[in-house]
């Protein structure tokens, strides 16, 4: 089963990596299943009776092993107590942040909904839920960490300074496009604060004040993309942003990315 993060989840990590507000990883999460459809905005209904409840896994990485291939499964099985009442229809699992009410995570539709009835006992076998970032902006190493971090815990830190540079090559998700190497490029510094990315809680993270590049002393190309790293030079590359138009950038040039010129988003 492929899975999908909420809206609610996908706010606190873009929070935690832009804007420098920490997302407390679970270290436990709450799987359970749910007889309404749910969706990026929050749960469908679970079932209130016939003794189900929540299962309680560890998260840690013998649960949920590192992944350096942007896909995450679990690694042991999942098993629900026996139903005393029929519960109905499920159609889909989901998991949670807490054993009951919380907050949902991530939710995995059943392709073939199943219908559990009195004494049966849904079961979740090992690597039957799959968790990956389908769009491309996010780098694979934050994508990489950002599992990590929510299906096995393992720590992603905050990042207090985020350098912003341009590229002339088109990046990838596996690597970073070409920034100039003349004309006095420089990456831009900037605080990775609550004021620089105001928090959301939508999915979608924008910038709300300029980021400004030093004067091009001479001719750098056109730059075609902003990419983030977590150092001045080499360093983590996090993920990038097209510029559109593209810019070209001329001696004298003072490239500036304006207040909400950068709209980040995991769908």
């Not at 706010?11 to 299943?33: E, M, R």
């Not at 159609?91 to 219908?115: R, T």
Request: glycine share 10%.
């Amino acid at each position: 089963m492929a899975g999908s993060l909420t809206d609610y989840c996908e706010a606190q990590l873009l929070n935690h990596l832009f804007g420098g507000i920490p997302y407390n990883f679970p270290s436990v999460l709450y799987f359970g299943y749910m007889v309404g459809v749910p969706g990026e905005t929050g749960p469908g209904a679970e079932p209130n009776f016939g003794s189900y409840q929540r299962v309680a896994v560890d998260n840690n990485t013998i649960n949920f092993p590192i992944t350096t291939t942007q896909t995450k499964s679990n690694a042991t099985e999942i098993q629900f107590a026996e139903a005393t009442a029929n519960h109905g229809l499920v159609q889909a699992v989901g998991v949670w942040d807490s054993p009951v009410a919380g907050n949902l995570l991530c939710y995995f539709p059943l392709a073939n909904p199943i219908n559990i009835s009195a004494s049966d006992a849904m079961k979740i076998p090992p690597a039957s839920l799959t968790i990956a970032f389908q769009a491309g902006g996010f780098s694979n190493y934050v994508k990489n960490a950002f599992l990590n971090a929510l299906f096995g815990g393992a720590p992603f830190n905050l990042i207090p300074i985020l350098y912003v540079g341009y590229s002339t090559t088109a990046p990838t998700d596996a690597v970073a496009g070409t920034e100039p190497s003349v004309g006095g490029y420089a990456r831009a510094q900037i605080a990775n604060s609550a004021q620089m990315f105001p928090a959301s809680s939508t999915g979608v993270k924008t910038n709300a004040l300029a980021v400004q590049f030093p004067e091009a002393t001479a001719s750098q190309g056109t730059a075609t993309h902003i990419q983030f790293f977590d150092s001045l030079s080499g360093g983590n590359y996090l993920g990038r942003y097209p510029l559109a138009p593209v810019q070209a950038i001329s001696q004298y040039t003072i490239p500036v990315i304006g207040a909400n010129g950068i709209n980040i988003t995991l769908d």
